[in-house]
C-alpha cells in the first residue's frame, strides 16, 4: 500500500474515532437528562460527570467536543446538584458554564439560587438583575427578584408617568450615588424600568397590591386622581354602535339630543349609552367602562392583554386599567364621572388660562399661546405686531398688513417656543382626526412636493383641532375671532358661533363631529367615511399592527417562526453551520415556542376579522401569510 494510501486510512480512523467520543458523550448528555426528568438527581450528576470525563479525555486526543455541549453538561449537573442540596458544588458547576457562555440566563438563575441558598442575598440579587435582562418575562426570575428585593430592602419607586421608554440614570450606571433621591425620574436600575413598563402598559396596578405578610391596604380612588395619572376625558356614546363590528364612535344627535349621531340608525341615546374613558395623544384610544357588579374581579384579563378577549362584555375581568380603577370607586355613578371629569378639565383649563398673559390666552387651545406676526418680518428673524390701525406692522419698514403678509405663532406650555402653523387642509372630507407627518415625527424634513397634509408639529395638530372642533374654515376666520378676542368683554361664550346679519353662517364642517364614523382600536385611528376605512384597514401597517405590537417585544426568547415547524436533525447532532439562518428549529424548546407563537398570531388574526379591521377576502399579509396555511 502506498504512502498517500496509509495516510488516508489513518486519517479516516482518527475520525471514526473521534465521531464515536462524540457520540458517547451525547448520548451520555441525553441519557442523564432522561433521568434527571424522572427525577433521580444523583444517578443524573454520575451520566453527567461520565460524560464530562470522557469530553476531556478526548480533548487529550486532541479531539474537539464543542463548547456549547460541555456549557450545557456544566449548567445541567448544576441543576442535579441544586435539588441534592450540594449548593458548593452547583455554585461551581454555574461558573464554569458561565465561563463558556456569560449570558446563559440558565446558568445565572442557578448560581443566583445558589447564592440565595448559601445566604449571599445581596450577590444572589446582583446575578439574578442581569438574568432578568435577558428573559425578563420568566416567571421564576421575576419572583425571585422580588423575594430577594424584600429581603434586602429595597423600594421600587411609582413610576413616573411620561409615554416615551425610560432609561438608566448615568450616575447609576457609572456606580455613583443619585443626588435626587426620591425625585429623580431616570430609573435607578433595570428592574425598576421593568415594573415601570408594565405599569404604563397597564399589566400591574400599583394600588391593587397588596403586601403578602400584611393587611391589605385601603384604596382611595377619584375620577381626579384617575384623569391625573392617565389623563384623558370620560363620555358618554352609544353602546349599540360602539359594539359593532366594526366599531363605530357615534355621539348624541345636535339636531335630537335623545338619538344616537349614527347616520341610519339612530338608537335612543339615554337608553343604550356606555361610559367611555376617551385619551387622544398620538393616537386615539376609547376604553369601554362596563357598570361593576358583584361578580366582577378586580384583575386585569389576561386574554384582553395578549390578544384580546373572546367573552367581550360577558368577561368578569377587567379589559384595561382605567376600567378596573373605575370599578373601585364603587360609589360613584357613571353620570356622576362624566361630571366630575368636566370639572376636572375645566378646572385646569382655568388653570393653565391664569398662566398665561391676558392678550395672548383668551382665545385659543387651552395650552397654546397665538398671536399674529408679519410674514416678512418673521422670514428675516424679527416678531412683528400690527399697529393700531391694523394697517402696517409695527416695525420700520411698515410692511402692508394683509391676509397673505401674516402668519400665525403658536407657542405650547410645554416647549415655549414659537412655531408656525401652516393653514388648515382643504382636504374633503376633514379626517377626525390629524397625525404628526411620519417624517417630521422621525425628526427628518418632509419629503412631500406639494401642501403635506399631515401637521408638521404637535401645536400645529392642537391649533388644527381647534379650528376643526369650532368651525373656523381659513386663517382669515381665526384672525377675525382672535381680533374680537382682544376686545374687551369678550367672552368664548359670544363667539361660539360665527354670525352675520344675526343669521348663523352655516360652515362644511359644522357636522363632521356629528356622522358616526369606524374606528380602528388596533391602530387608534378614526376614519369617518368608507373609502377612509377601506384603505386603512388594507394598508401595510395596519396589517402589521395586527400582528406586531410594541407589547409583544419582549415575550419570546427564540427566533421568528420560519414557516417549516420540525427540529433541525443537523443540529441534532452537531453539524448545522446556518446559526440563525437555519429554517428549522434549534432544539424542542425553540419548536414549543414556534407553535405557541403561530397559535398566539392566530388568536390575534382571529380577534382582527370578528371585529371587521380585516377585508373578508383579504389573505395577504406578507411576512406571516406563511403562518396561516391553515387557515381556510
Known amino acids: 500500500m502506498s504512502a498517500t494510501g496509509q495516510d488516508r486510512s489513518s486519517r479516516w480512523q482518527d475520525i471514526q474515532k473521534g465521531l464515536q467520543f462524540i457520540h458517547l458523550v451525547r448520548n451520555l448528555f441525553g441519557e442523564a437528562n432522561d433521568v434527571f426528568l424522572e427525577g433521580e438527581w444523583a444517578r443524573s450528576v454520575e451520566l453527567y460527570t461520565e460524560s464530562l470525563n470522557i469530553a476531556e479525555y478526548a480533548e487529550s486526543e486532541d479531539i474537539i467536543i464543542s463548547q456549547d455541549l460541555k456549557e450545557k453538561l456544566y449548567a445541567n449537573r448544576a441543576a442535579s446538584y441544586l435539588n441534592i442540596g450540594l449548593h458548593d458544588q452547583a ?22 439560587r445558589c447564592l440565595k441558598e448559601m445566604g449571599r442575598h445581596q450577590e444572589a440579587y446582583e446575578v439574578v438583575a442581569k438574568c432578568s435582562m435577558g428573559v425578563p418575562q420568566d416567571t421564576r426570575v421575576i419572583e425571585m427578584t422580588q423575594e430577594l428585593a424584600k429581603m434586602l430592602g429595597l423600594k421600587i419607586r411609582k413610576a413616573y408617568v411620561r409615554s416615551k421608554f425610560w432609561t438608566l440614570l448615568l450616575p447609576c450606571l457609572m456606580g455613583q450615588e443619585c ?44 375620577v381626579p386622581k384617575i384623569l391625573q395619572e392617565h389623563h384623558g376625558i370620560f363620555m358618554f356614546l352609544c353602546e349599540v354602535c360602539f359594539d359593532h363590528k366594526p366599531r363605530i364612535i357615534s355621539k348624541t344627535n345636535k339636531d335630537n339630543p335623545g338619538l344616537c349621531s349614527h347616520p341610519v340608525t339612530k338608537h335612543a341615546f339615554e337608553e343604550k349609552k356606555c361610559l367611555v374613558h376617551y385619551l387622544r395623544d398620538k393616537t386615539v384610544r376609547y376604553s369601554k367602562i362596563r357598570p361593576y357588579i358583584p361578580y366582577c374581579q378586580m384583575d386585569l384579563c389576561r386574554h384582553e392583554v395578549r390578544y384580546g378577549c ?24 357613571h353620570e356622576g364621572i362624566v361630571q366630575e371629569s368636566q370639572k376636572y378639565w375645566n378646572m385646569d383649563a382655568a388653570v393653565h388660562a391664569q398662566e398665561l398673559p391676558p392678550t395672548l390666552c383668551r382665545f385659543g387651545p387651552a395650552n397654546l399661546k397665538m398671536q399674529f406676526v408679519c410674514a416678512q418680518c418673521w422670514r428675516n428673524g424679527q416678531v412683528s405686531e400690527p399697529d393700531k390701525n391694523k394697517k402696517y406692522c ?53 419629503q412631500y412636493i406639494g401642501n403635506c397634509t399631515f401637521a408638521h ?21 381665526l384672525y377675525e375671532m382672535w381680533l374680537q378676542s382682544q376686545k374687551p368683554g369678550w367672552s368664548e361664550e359670544s363667539s361660539s358661533a360665527t354670525r352675520e346679519n344675526g343669521k348663523q353662517i352655516h360652515m362644511p364642517t359644522d357636522y363632521a363631529e356629528e356622522v358616526a364614523g369606524n374606528h380602528c382600536w388596533l391602530c387608534g385611528k378614526n376614519c369617518n367615511s368608507d373609502k377612509q376605512w377601506q384603505q386603512h384597514i388594507t394598508s401595510e401597517k395596519h396589517k402589521e399592527r395586527v400582528f406586531n405590537s410594541e407589547d409583544d417585544q419582549n415575550c419570546w426568547q427564540y427566533r421568528f417562526p420560519t414557516g417549516a415547524f420540525r427540529v433541525c436533525e443537523r443540529f441534532l447532532k452537531g453539524t448545522c453551520t446556518e446559526e440563525e439562518l437555519c429554517k428549522l428549529a434549534h432544539g424542542d424548546e425553540e419548536l414549543k415556542e414556534w407553535k405557541d407563537r403561530r397559535e398566539f398570531l392566530l388568536m390575534k388574526l382571529a380577534k382582527a376579522r370578528k371585529d371587521h379591521l380585516i377585508a373578508p377576502n383579504d389573505n395577504d399579509f406578507g411576512k406571516y401569510s406563511f403562518l396561516l396555511k391553515d387557515i381556510k
Open 91 to 112: 455554585l461551581e458547576d454555574s461558573e464554569k458554564a458561565l465561563q463558556l457562555n456569560e449570558s446563559n440566563y440558565r446558568a445565572l438563575y442557578r448560581k443566583a
Open 179 to 222: 443626588q435626587y433621591l426620591g425625585h429623580c425620574t431616570f430609573a435607578y436600575c433595570q428592574e425598576e424600568i421593568d415594573v415601570w413598563t408594565l405599569e404604563r402598559k397597564g399589566f400591574i396596578c400599583r394600588e391593587s397590591l397588596c403586601d403578602p405578610y400584611g393587611s391589605k391596604p385601603k384604596i382611595s380612588l377619584t
Open 310 to 333: 373572546q367573552r367581550e362584555d360577558f368577561c368578569f375581568y377587567a379589559h384595561s386599567l382605567i376600567e378596573l380603577k373605575v370599578w373601585m370607586m364603587q360609589s360613584i355613578t
Open 394 to 446: 409695527s416695525a420700520k419698514a411698515r410692511h402692508p398688513w394683509s391676509k397673505d403678509r401674516r402668519v400665525v405663532l403658536v407657542s405650547s406650555v410645554e416647549r415655549k417656543k414659537w412655531t408656525t402653523v401652516r393653514p388648515l387642509p382643504t382636504k374633503k372630507p376633514i379626517p377626525a382626526q390629524f397625525d404628526i407627518c411620519l417624517h417630521v415625527a422621525a425628526g427628518k424634513k418632509c
Open 457 to 477: 408639529s404637535t401645536e400645529e395638530r392642537d391649533l388644527w383641532t381647534f379650528m376643526k372642533d369650532n368651525n373656523i374654515a381659513d386663517m382669515e376666520q
